[in-house]
């Protein structure tokens, strides 16, 4: 049915794909996430979403979304933007973030879909120094 092939494409899509409360409070993860930030889904769950990235997003990122829930003001929904990950170990990576807002029984929710640029920036890079 639509629920086992909808189950399907989040097992087996290559990018990380993240779901919020309007808490920020992680709801659900797909096995990308577990293998591209080194923790295992129960880690995941029930945490703020803000523990998968560097300062000053850290410290900012509640405000961020609750002043979108106050101003209705998108910077990221239906944009899209290049910004900065941080994996289990502390290291950090370039990765591009689309969001998109949903709403379950009256409350809203948001999905966040990351997709790594690390090795599209290291080859950028060796392209820069083979010139
Ligand atoms: C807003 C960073 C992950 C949901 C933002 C903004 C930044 C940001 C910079 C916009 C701030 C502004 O200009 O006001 C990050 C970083 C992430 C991350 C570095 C790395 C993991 C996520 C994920 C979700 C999410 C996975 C959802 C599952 C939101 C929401 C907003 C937001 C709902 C407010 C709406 C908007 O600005 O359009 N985030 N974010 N973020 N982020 Fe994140």
Redesign the pocket.
């Known amino acids: 049915g639509q629920a086992s092939k909808l189950r399907a494409i989040l097992q087996s899509a290559l990018d990380a794909i993240?779901?919020?409360d309007s808490c920020g409070s992680i709801t659900t993860v797909n096995p990308a996430t577990e293998k591209l930030f080194g923790y295992e889904q129960s880690e995941f769950l029930g945490r703020n979403?803000n523990f998968?990235?560097p300062e000053p997003?850290h410290r900012e990122?509640d405000g961020?979304?609750s002043?979108?829930l106050a101003t209705g003001r998108?910077?990221?929904?239906g944009i899209g933007?290049e910004?900065?990950?941080r994996r289990r170990d502390g290291s950090t990576f370039p990765m591009h973030?689309a969001?998109s807002e949903f709403q379950i029984d009256g409350e809203r929710h948001?999905?966040?879909i990351?997709h790594d640029l690390s090795a599209h920036k290291a080859t950028e890079r060796a392209l820069r120094q083979a010139q």
């Open positions: 993240i779901t919020i979403v998968l990235m997003y990122h961020y979304i002043n979108y998108r910077k990221i929904i933007r910004v900065t990950g973030l969001v948001f999905t966040g990351i």
